[in-house]
């Protein structure tokens, strides 16, 4: 009889996770029927929304686990301030105002006029943001790149679900930026099947992107250097609460790049990446609380190649249109068949270990 209640503990700690999801959901399937005025359409935003949300989440699981494993050393007070004021700052700051930010800088508006545009004339935003799609692209396919390819080129990765592949890249990673070699190679490669005329704004959003990424490893490594000072100062307190909310920064980065490979509706990546980021809000909670960590396995590894997939789809989308259905369903067959793989590795683990437990009795009987 305890088992019924351990799930309903479980998922009480997403209530508002739920209610949130349900109020997103709801508010995207009434844009696509403003936007579009067909039951197609709506069906289409509400899709859209829901891809969103899982892509979000399955980026950011381990930013979960990262955020539980600071906040178990945080006073009460101040997990409950990170929880709230910090959801508020990753669902409307990151989601929201980043997103607007890549408009402004890609369509060369305005943020006032972005909005008002996003707003008012679909059409028209619509139309500046297809001319600002090669840079975005070229942009956001070589950051969430870079954040593939380093998760996997990692000499102290030992867990690999694709062995032969990914032992073969942890091998290779003892050589020093070999995934930044690899990513210039590409880049390079690919400007020349582009239109002459585009190859001088792919290179350098593409070299822009890679720079953000390097910036962004640059200020983890900082933290990182900083954190036992940071947290023997502040422990608990508003030191703590900025590191972990610079920490939620660099982790959403690839979600908010990303979402543009599925939609290039700022009110649509908002809702999505929004519903997201309330789940991890509520895998974090769960985390601290009961005190655990991830069951599954390759789970990660899964979301990982996800995003693989994702910036090999940007960089060909420079050159053609592929159905954002094709790019969702991709990343979340991947996210299921890593989580179906770790359900089948936790089996074979049990399996394994009744198995030794009764031959152990066998041989005591014996």
């Avoid at 950011?60 to 709230?84: C, G, Y």
């Avoid at 990673?173 to 190859?199: C, H, Q, R």
């Avoid at 959403?252 to 999505?272: C, P």
């Avoid at 394994?352 to 009795?361: G, P």
Wanted: hydrophobic share 55%.
């Amino acid at each position: 009889m305890t088992q019924p209640q351990s799930h309903a503990s479980a998922l009480g700690y997403f209530k508002w996770a739920f209610i949130f999801t349900a109020v997103g959901l709801v508010l995207g399937a009434w844009l696509g029927w403003q936007s579009t005025g067909t039951v197609g359409g709506m069906v289409s935003v509400f899709f859209i929304c829901t891809v969103l949300a899982v892509l979000e989440i399955s980026l950011s699981f381990d930013n979960a686990i990262v955020n539980a494993n600071k906040l178990k050393d945080m006073t009460p007070e101040w997990q409950h301030r990170f929880l709230t004021w910090g959801i508020i700052i990753a669902v409307f700051g990151m989601r929201i105002v980043f997103p607007l930010l890549i408009v402004v800088i890609a369509a060369k508006i305005g943020p006032i006029e972005a909005i008002v545009l996003a707003a008012s004339k679909p059409e028209e935003y619509a139309r500046i943001m297809n001319d600002a799609h090669l840079p975005i692209a070229a942009f956001g396919g070589t950051f969430l790149m870079m954040v593939g390819l380093t998760y996997f080129f990692d000499h102290e990765k030992d867990v690999h679900w694709i062995k032969w592949v990914e032992s073969k890249m942890a091998r290779f990673a003892t050589i020093k930026g070999i995934e930044i070699a690899f990513v210039l190679a590409l880049i390079l490669g690919f400007s020349t099947l582009l239109d002459p005329a585009e190859v001088h704004t792919f290179v350098y959003s593409a070299i822009y992107g890679l720079l953000t990424f390097l910036v962004v490893e640059v200020v983890g490594g900082l933290l990182d250097a900083s954190q036992e000072t940071m947290s023997a100062a502040a422990k608990g307190g508003f030191g703590a609460f900025l590191y972990l909310e610079v920490l939620d920064a660099s982790f959403s980065f690839d979600g908010v790049i990303g979402a543009f490979a599925l939609t290039q509706n700022l009110f649509v990546i908002a809702i999505g990446l929004g519903i997201g980021a309330m789940y991890v809000r509520s895998m974090t909670i769960m985390l601290v609380e009961k005190g655990t960590l991830s069951e599954y396995r390759y789970l990660e590894h899964g979301a990982f190649y996800a995003i693989l997939i994702l910036s090999v789809v940007m960089y060909f989308q420079t050159l053609i249109h592929i159905p954002e259905v094709i790019t969702g369903l991709g990343g979340a067959a991947l996210i299921g068949i890593s989580l179906w793989s770790s359900i089948r590795y936790n089996r074979r683990e049990r399996e394994m270990e009744q198995a030794e437990t009764a031959d152990s009795q066998q041989r005591l009987r014996a």
